[in-house]
């Protein structure tokens, strides 16, 4: 129970890092451990910081969900919205804003809040709760 505990708590106060922190350059990072990134290019480095503060997001909302719940088959269910977030919805919002640019600014807007805010992971909260009520 105080290991549950301590995990939600963890992944909560990581949550709210990976917010205010949310202009901080995981490229540059990554780019001073290996120096494989061209810096100069805004893209990839736009690119390369999206991929990982979703990452970063999604992974401490799953260890929540895994907290709160302690349920592999939910555990499971979760990454496998991860999997489908990022693929459908970060794969072409990466592609919109990189290659195609400029002109679609609302739907980039919406699409931005869902994608890069752990939403679709955290929605699965509720429903894992009206679940195990119901059975």
Do not use: W
């Not at 910081?49 to 401490?60: A, E, G, V």
């Amino acid at each position: 129970m105080k290991s549950r505990f301590l995990l939600g708590i963890i992944s909560c106060i990581g949550l709210a890092l990976v917010y205010f922190f949310q202009k901080y350059n995981y490229a540059g990072l990554i780019h001073s451990i290996i120096p494989i990134l061209d810096l100069e290019d805004r893209s990839q480095v736009f690119v390369i910081n999206k991929i990982i503060r979703f990452l970063l997001n999604d992974s401490l909302a799953i260890m929540l969900v895994h907290s709160i719940f302690l349920n592999k088959s939910y555990t499971k269910f979760v990454f496998l919205v991860q999997f489908f977030g990022f693929f459908t919805l970060l794969c072409p919002y990466l592609y919109l804003k990189v290659v195609v640019g400029t002109g679609n600014g609302p739907l980039i807007s919406f699409l931005h809040r869902l994608i890069i805010n752990p939403t679709l992971i955290l929605l699965t909260i509720p429903a894992f709760y009206y679940q195990r009520k119901n059975e």
